[in-house]
């Protein structure tokens, strides 16, 4: 950060694919040990950066640090015999990618896509997955403290998705329990 | 980071020292066997645990580097002659190539006790504390040689000198004169073109200022069954002599072993050398080149496309035509470099081989019953990815041959076989595919005992008598195990259901022959690489699926005729035999489309049984590369993967084997 004003955190991402599970390990292990790496580590824990994306009009959040990458609208080969919200796999850059659709995955009218429609990659690990959203809008930073837990008014299985809501300007943004979010079997 | 690199570096670098030393372990215990140990095998030997010390111990790795320093004492003992080369220096030897192996499985897991490397240390020290009493080291009464000399000998090189003397070799002063520039590199083509006939026990450089300047001498002690002629007609030069410095010369007629003996020797350092042009590479790597290939098949197909719609928009106009050859150039080009990095892939067979070796050891040991596994076509090439995923069903085959197949010595006693049973482990190229045959000359599988056991467990009425065939297919279902009790070996209710699941996610099948008495012979077909594989193209309804050639037969026009059903399940009459219909909407639970006025049957085979798939359209064969779908669609029912034929969407690849079961299996359940 250096004084520097940027407001995006230096942040180092995993590669893509070119950890194999024991890398991936050692590599965990490894940030445990080894708090003194600067690049690495350069983020208070208190502050993370959120991508906002809408679903049926309203301000959904994730960490950015499982986005992988955000795609244009793709149509999905379809995939029998999984759960119905999963819209089907896509190829990105030669891997292929189980796509959810979001509407649907939080219970509302799927829609039609259009030209704001994206697909949000996340990666875990050697995992990917991605939304169908209706759009994505920006990157906000995010303190934890302004994390206000979830108003009762969402109750059922939606109410596991989320962490909890935080306010932007005048934007009330939903955010995400993505381990929950995404999963299914 | 660095550090965890290095950690890597070193799991693979020593897994890659484990397995040379696993094959050279069995060649010490063969020549062990023919009382031909050959020093250079043991200082090899040596040396590689040495190295394995040295990297362990620059690492930190403790726990390694203290075990391999104890047996690096042991070796150097046994190289020196204190310890004699025997069966038990063998059997340690492998118990601690296991431990090595536990011992780096464990830093691959990040644990550090599970392992105690006491039991065996003990054998190790006890093996130093065994050193043989040589009395007659440091006098050689029978040798011309000088106390000077003698006292320049290292100990090592005396023990080789004594050796030499009890194999009754000739030995020899060879005398070199040498260029100053040039010395090191002649002295060893030199030592390198005797060793190959003999052994240099010691090279002693020498003052002798008569030779005139810019010249070395060396002296070189010698042991060998050649004359002094044959030497010096060996190396061709007119600068050496060679006189005896045996007293008395008592004869042997070894000449002519000796040279073939040291053969294999000449071999190993031409092996030697091509290692060191070789470069090691995660196969992740490779298959991101592959994918990449991918991608590029189909931009060629866009660019196809483009030449093809301009030539139909603008007639034969040059740019569409100069358009068009281009993409059949990039073709041309891509299939090439598609089969290259196919080939960097490829690695023999023979990589299993010794890990299997291993395994036989010691189960023979355990059962009590004398195993040889036989090897034949180690050098047949496979995707190193199948390779690794293949040592556990192979494993498991042999197993059940010790376990179930070869007979205890006294039973083959009676039935006239010799004493001590084969395994023979083969593997051959046959067109796209590889081969792999494990053949026992045991007992053969019996009729009687599987059925026996069939019945027991429920799988077999009790008023039917099966047949051979039937016995085989009783083999490989769930749950079966013929050993009357659940053994070590082939028990714990994993059978050859699993071996067969394996091979069929391989893409490859398995079929079995046996004759009772005579032995039972498994063999695996495979193809060459799962990376590439050839497809046909299907179309049912709306939706595009590839079916992989591998397990396509033949392909038909239905004849309505010839559809019929079965109780209420539709089967085909396809010349004399009557196949399953199968139809991958109802498979899939897709919503019934419309049948086309013309439809297709693609014959399927899965091990003997055929099936047919019901399709609107064939869309022609293409080459293509199976991708994971994730963890989480992993283990769908009837398809294999995805992959990308050049258009918008990906296509799901059917996997014909649990496309039919799954397809045979839910018309049971709706019956």
């Known amino acids: 950060m250096n004084g520097n004003e940027s407001k995006l955190p230096v942040r180092s991402y995993p590669q893509e694919g070119k950890q194999t599970e024991l890398l991936q390990r050692l590599l965990a292990e490894d940030s445990n040990q080894e708090e ?58 030669g891997r292929m990618i189980p796509v959810i659709n979001g509407r649907r995955r939080l219970g509302h009218e799927p829609a039609q896509p259009d030209k704001k429609t994206r697909i949000v990659v996340l990666q875990d690990g050697t995992e990917f997955q991605g939304i169908i959203v209706d759009s994505t809008s920006q990157v906000v930073p995010l303190l934890k403290k302004d994390i206000e837990p979830t108003p009762p008014v969402v109750t059922g299985f939606k109410a596991e998705f989320l962490e909890g809501v935080f306010r932007n300007r005048n934007q009330l943004i939903i955010l995400l329990n993505l381990q929950r979010f995404l999963q299914y079997v | 980071m660095e550090k965890e690199s290095a950690k890597r570096d070193f799991i693979s670098e020593a897994e890659e020292i484990l397995e040379e030393l696993t094959g050279d372990i069995q060649s010490l215990e063969t020549s062990i066997r023919r009382n031909n140990v050959r020093p250079d095998l043991i200082n090899k030997i040596f040396r590689q645990f040495h190295s ?22 042991m070796l ?62 440091n006098t050689f009464p029978g040798l011309d040689l000088d106390q000077q000399t003698l006292q320049s000998l290292t100990e090592y090189e005396e023990h080789r000198l004594h050796e030499n003397m009890i194999q009754g070799a000739q030995l020899y002063n060879v005398r070199l004169v040498l260029d100053n520039a040039t010395f090191d590199l ?217 376990d179930h197949g070869i007979e205890s010595a006294d039973e083959r006693k009676k039935a006239g076989k010799p004493d001590r049973g084969t395994i023979r482990l083969s593997a051959f190229q046959r067109g796209n595919n590889v081969v792999i045959q494990v053949q026992d000359d045991g007992r053969g599988i019996q009729i ?40 070590e070996l082939s028990g714990r209710g994993v059978g050859l259901d699993v071996v067969k699941k394996n091979i069929s996610g391989l893409k490859g099948f398995i079929s079995v022959s046996t004759e009772e008495g005579r032995g039972t012979m498994f063999e695996i077909t495979l193809p060459i690489t799962l990376a590439i594989i050839q497809a046909l193209i299907v179309r049912t309804g709306e939706t595009k699926y590839a079916v992989p050639m591998s397990s396509i037969s033949e392909t038909v026009q ?45 014959i399927v085979n899965v091990g003997e049984y055929s099936a047919g798939l019901v399709v609107d359209e064939l869309a022609g064969q293409q080459e293509i590369v199976i991708k994971s779908m994730g963890e989480k669609l992993k283990n769908i029912p009837g398809i294999a993967g995805a992959t990308e034929i050049g258009e918008s969407k990906p296509v799901l690849v059917i996997d014909a084997e649990s496309m039919v079961e799954e397809a045979t299996h839910g018309r049971m359940r709706a019956g």
């Open chain 2, 558 to 602: 239905i004849e309505n005729s010839n559809i019929h059903t079965v109780d209420r399940k539709e089967v085909y009459c396809l010349r004399d035999r009557t196949i399953p219909l199968i139809r991958i909407s109802e498979v899939f639970q897709l919503p019934q489309n419309v049948r086309g006025e013309r439809q297709y049957l693609v």
């Open chain 2, 52 to 73: 394995l010390k040295g990297i362990s111990g620059m690492l930190g790795f403790e726990k390694i580097s203290g075990f391999t320093h104890e047996l690096e004492n």
């Open chain 1, 36 to 93: 003194s790496l600067p690049t690495e580590v350069a983020i208070p824990e208190e502050q993370l950066d959120v991508l906002v994306f809408q679903l049926g009009g309203e301000h959904y959040g994730i960490d950015i640090h499982y986005v992988a990458e955000i795609v244009r609208y793709k149509e999905p080969a379809a995939v029998p015999h999984t759960v119905d919200f999963l819209d089907g796999i896509i190829s990105v850059r």
């Open chain 2, 186 to 402: 002649e002295l060893r083509e030199i030592s390198d073109l005797l060793n190959q006939h003999g052994e240099v026990i010691s090279t002693l450089p020498s003052f002798e200022i008569s030779a005139g300047p810019g010249k070395m001498v060396f002296r070189l002690l010698y042991g060998t069954g050649l004359t002094a002629e044959a030497i010096l007609r060996k190396l061709g030069r007119t600068e050496i002599t060679a006189s005896s410095i045996r007293k008395e010369t008592n004869q042997t007629g070894r000449v002519e072993t000796l040279e073939e003996e040291q053969e294999p020797e000449k071999a190993l350092e031409t092996s030697l050398k091509s290692l060191s042009r070789t470069v090691r590479v995660d196969i992740q790597k490779l298959d991101e080149v592959i994918n990449v290939i991918g991608e590029l098949v189909i931009t060629r197909a866009m660019v196809a496309n483009v030449s093809r719609e301009l030539i139909a928009a603008e007639g034969h106009s040059r740019l569409g035509i100069t358009l068009s050859r281009v993409a059949v150039d990039l073709e041309k080009k891509l299939n090439e470099l598609q089969r290259n990095v196919i080939e960097t892939r490829l690695v023999p067979v023979g990589q299993i081989y010794h890990k299997l070796g291993r395994m036989v050891r010691k189960l023979s040991r355990e059962t009590n019953k004398q195993v040889d596994l036989r090897f034949s076509g180690e050098d047949t090439e496979l995707d190193k990815i199948m390779i690794e995923e293949l040592s556990d069903p192979l494993m498991h085959i042999i197993r059940n041959a010790i």
């Open chain 2, 76 to 137: 150097d003992n046994l190289r020196l002659g204190k310890i004699a080369v025997s069966q038990k220096v063998v059997d340690v030897l492998f118990q601690s190539m296991d431990l090595m192996h536990g011992m780096i499985a464990e830093l691959i897991d990040e644990q550090t006790d599970g392992i105690d490397p006491g039991p065996v240390l003990r054998k190790v020290n006890e093996l130093i504390q065994e050193e043989e009493s040589s009395a007659q080291r």
């Open chain 2, 448 to 487: 009687k005992k599987v059925q026996e056991q069939a019945r027991k467990r429920g799988l077999l009425p009790a008023d039917r008598v099966p047949d051979i065939k039937e016995c085989i297919d009783i083999l490989f279902s769930p749950g079966f195990s013929s050993s009357d009790e659940v053994t």
